[in-house]
């Protein structure tokens, strides 16, 4: 363990990717901890659910057939927030109080495998790698409408973060504006870049090799580490080695990389609690807006609730609401948490 002062005192940490701070509060982890610490039950694995909507051969709402794929399957989502043809809005008068614009955009549902109980923790490495194929292929295909110029890939795991489906799969949602996040961060990058003549993300890359007491796990072409500036417990950002800004740019070795340090991140969560780790992880990437961005750094961010069991989970309300996010455990003692765990499945242990 990191032995510095400042580690072990309240303090605030600063995201220079989108300009927030976190406050940590160290000091706070010897607190009596009075709340649920139970285990979840597994539950037995169904392989083919005849109510789920993603699995094959079934019939989704809106009378869809799914085909019988062996493999991933992409569709349009059948009640999309985004549409494709939105007329512009003409009715509302504009002012600096009252703002709306039209957001056209198109919303897909990719499933990953057509077992119903599998996750990206327990596929296998070369079909996540059809997974990165696919989204690969979303990006481009997507990015190239002249309307579309983001792409938005994610996945919600597990019904803790509201996913309404255990089946593996994730959405892609393109849309016409770059939305706040990214915007952010493509912002911040530029600007570092201007400033520093490097890119931010190559420059934090090689910092927290030098440091490594955030490192989870890496491989050829992949960095998973806990930020400095995390907010959830396990938060990790995945950085690729190499400067890329979008899947577009990768070759067949990154792509290859990208799923096994996939598999290798999610393993280890899931290794955390024996449970099947719920988050939030998506892509940031370059814009598809026709324009360079030799700024951009592909990276993924994994935020994931749980605190400290399968069921306890960390809320951001109160101050968090409020004022700003704040943890009580170190980015760097949970990397060193994460980095002490195997790369072998539990349910696979003997
Ligand atoms: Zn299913
Ligand atoms: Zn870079
Ligand atoms: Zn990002």
Same mark, same amino acid.
């Given at each position: 363990?990191?032995?510095?002062?400042?580690?072990?005192?309240? +303090?605030?940490?600063?995201?220079?990717?989108?300009?927030? #701070?976190?406050?940590?509060?160290?000091?706070?982890?010897?607190?009596?901890?009075?709340?649920?610490?139970?285990?979840?039950?597994?539950?037995?694995? &169904?392989?083919?659910?005849?109510?789920?909507?993603?699995?094959?051969?079934?019939?989704?709402?809106?009378?869809?057939?799914?085909? =019988?794929?062996?493999?991933?399957?992409?569709?349009?989502?059948?009640?999309?927030?985004?549409?494709?043809?939105?007329?512009?809005?003409?009715?509302?008068?504009?002012?600096?109080?009252?703002?709306?614009?039209? /957001?056209?955009?198109?919303?897909?549902?990719?499933?990953? %495998?057509?077992?119903?109980?599998?996750?990206? $923790?327990?596929?296998?490495?070369?079909?996540? @790698?059809?997974?990165?194929?696919?989204?690969?292929?979303?990006?481009?295909?997507?990015?190239?409408?002249?309307?579309?110029?983001?792409?938005? &890939?994610?996945?919600?795991?597990?019904?803790?973060?509201? $996913?309404?489906?255990? +089946?593996?799969?994730?959405?892609?949602?393109?849309?016409?504006?770059?939305?706040?996040?990214?915007?952010?961060? =493509?912002?911040?990058?530029?600007? *570092?870049?201007? &400033?520093?003549?490097?890119?931010?993300?190559?420059?934090?890359?090689?910092?927290?090799? !030098?440091?490594?007491?955030?490192?989870?796990?890496?491989?050829? @072409?992949?960095?998973?580490?806990?930020?400095?500036?995390?907010?959830?417990?396990?938060?990790?950002?995945?950085?690729?080695?190499?400067?890329?800004?979008?899947?577009?740019?990768?070759? =067949?070795?990154?792509?290859?990389?990208?799923?096994?340090?996939?598999?290798?991140?999610?393993?280890?969560?899931?290794?955390?609690?024996?449970?099947?780790?719920? *988050?939030?992880?998506?892509?940031?990437?370059?814009?598809?807006?026709?324009?360079?961005?030799?700024? #951009? %750094?592909?990276?993924?961010?994994?935020?994931?609730?749980?605190?400290?069991?399968?069921?306890?989970?960390?809320?951001?309300?109160?101050? /968090?609401?409020?004022?700003?996010?704040?943890?009580?455990?170190?980015?760097?003692?949970?990397?060193?948490?994460?980095?002490?765990?195997?790369?072998? +499945? *539990?349910?696979?242990? !003997?």
């Amino acid at each position: 363990m990191p032995s510095s002062t400042w580690l072990q005192v309240p +303090h605030r940490r600063f995201n220079p990717l989108n300009r927030q #701070w976190v406050l940590v509060s160290p000091h706070r982890t010897q607190r009596p901890w009075l709340g649920e610490v139970a285990k979840s039950e597994e539950t037995p694995a &169904i392989h083919y659910n005849p109510n789920c909507y993603l699995c094959p051969g079934n019939t989704r709402a809106g009378g869809h057939k799914n085909p =019988q794929y062996d493999g991933v399957f992409v569709f349009d989502n059948d009640y999309a927030a985004l549409l494709p043809d939105t007329p512009p809005i003409t009715d509302l008068p504009q002012d600096d109080l009252f703002r709306a614009e039209r /957001e056209r955009g198109i919303c897909r549902v990719i499933c990953f %495998h057509p077992d119903h109980d599998l996750t990206l $923790a327990r596929m296998q490495t070369r079909d996540i @790698e059809r997974v990165v194929d696919a989204w690969t292929a979303q990006y481009r295909e997507l990015g190239q409408q002249p309307e579309i110029r983001y792409v938005q &890939i994610f996945e919600n795991r597990g019904a803790m973060m509201g $996913a309404s489906n255990p +089946h593996p799969h994730c959405q892609v949602w393109a849309t016409e504006h770059v939305p706040d996040e990214p915007r952010m961060e =493509q912002l911040t990058q530029k600007e *570092y870049r201007d &400033i520093h003549g490097t890119c931010m993300l190559c420059d934090t890359l090689q910092r927290e090799i !030098q440091l490594s007491q955030r490192i989870v796990c890496e491989n050829e @072409e992949f960095v998973a580490l806990v930020p400095f500036w995390a907010v959830w417990p396990f938060e990790t950002l995945v950085l690729s080695c190499r400067h890329v800004g979008s899947l577009a740019e990768m070759d =067949q070795t990154q792509r290859a990389a990208l799923a096994e340090i996939l598999k290798q991140v999610t393993t280890r969560y899931d290794n955390l609690f024996e449970v099947s780790f719920p *988050y939030t992880m998506g892509f940031h990437q370059s814009p598809t807006d026709s324009s360079p961005h030799p700024e #951009w %750094h592909f990276h993924a961010h994994f935020y994931p609730p749980l605190l400290r069991s399968a069921t306890v989970r960390k809320y951001m309300v109160g101050f /968090e609401m409020l004022g700003m996010p704040q943890r009580d455990i170190t980015p760097e003692s949970a990397a060193e948490r994460l980095r002490g765990l195997s790369n072998l +499945h *539990y349910t696979l242990k !003997q």
